[in-house]
């Protein structure tokens, strides 16, 4: 079945530090990719998407491009500040316009000033 | 616009008891979703419902689990009897089905603890 697999935290950096939190999945097709983000008491919320090959999604400075290639969807943020401390999760919705979406294990960042 | 609603943020309660969740999702979403938090098993899918009938209940994990929609507007989570193993975080989640991307909005989530 569909799934994703993301790089175990937790993640620790200091201000302006480069993240990179990698993501890699397994499904036919050509699925939907996302990364959400779980701040301390929150639930979910989608930071970015991409919904085919060789798309970047971008929001508040993150980045993720979709690559069939290397079936990734690697999330990167130049310059990290002490707001982007949350769980980072990679989920994919898969082809056909399944219903699931298969979330990853999280990945939690720390961002110290 | 609100968002996904639910109540209670908080609740602990004594194994045995029964326990109510409660959702209401995004007017004019049709998609609602119930996931279930922890450290061990990360966000696991529990219940999809589309236009309020149950498409894919294969998440819940016992016969003391089970969810309803009775209406566009509301659902509930309910476990009878509970038990300290199914202390999580509950969250429901709504969309609109159509589309091949429709975003997943998360309601803040119930954090249940089961002494």
């Known amino acids: 079945g569909d799934s994703v697999t993301q790089m175990e935290g937790p993640v620790t950096l200091s201000e302006e530090a480069f993240l990179t939190i990698n993501c890699t999945y397994t499904?036919?097709?050509?699925?939907?990719l996302f990364w959400y983000v779980q701040y301390p008491g929150e639930g979910l919320q989608l930071l970015l998407k991409a919904t085919k090959a060789d798309d970047k999604g971008s929001n508040k400075g993150f980045e993720a491009t979709y690559r069939k290639e290397t079936t990734s969807f690697h999330l990167e943020k130049g310059s990290v500040q002490v707001s982007d401390s949350a769980v980072y999760f990679c989920a994919l919705r898969g082809a056909l316009g399944d219903y699931k979406l298969s979330f990853g294990a999280g990945t939690t960042v720390t961002v110290r000033a | 616009d609100a968002g996904v609603i639910q109540s209670p943020r908080h609740e602990v309660t004594e194994m045995g008891q029964e326990v109510t969740l409660r959702c209401k999702p995004i007017?004019?979403?049709?998609?609602l979703f119930w996931y279930r938090q922890t450290m061990m098993r990360g966000l696991e899918l529990l219940i999809y419902?589309?236009?309020?009938?149950?498409?894919?209940d294969s998440g819940m994990p016992e016969d003391r689990f089970s969810a309803k929609m009775p209406n566009a507007s509301f659902s509930t989570l309910k476990i009878q009897p509970s038990e300290p193993r199914d202390s999580a975080v509950y969250f429901c989640?709504?969309?609109?089905?159509?589309?091949?991307?429709?975003?997943?909005?998360f309601g803040e989530g119930s954090r249940l603890t089961v002494l």
């Open positions: 007017s004019g979403h049709n998609s």
């Open positions: 419902f589309n236009n309020n009938v149950p498409i894919d």
């Open positions: 989640a709504s969309r609109t089905s159509g589309g091949a991307a429709g975003e997943l909005f």
């Open positions: 499904a036919t097709g050509y699925p939907s």
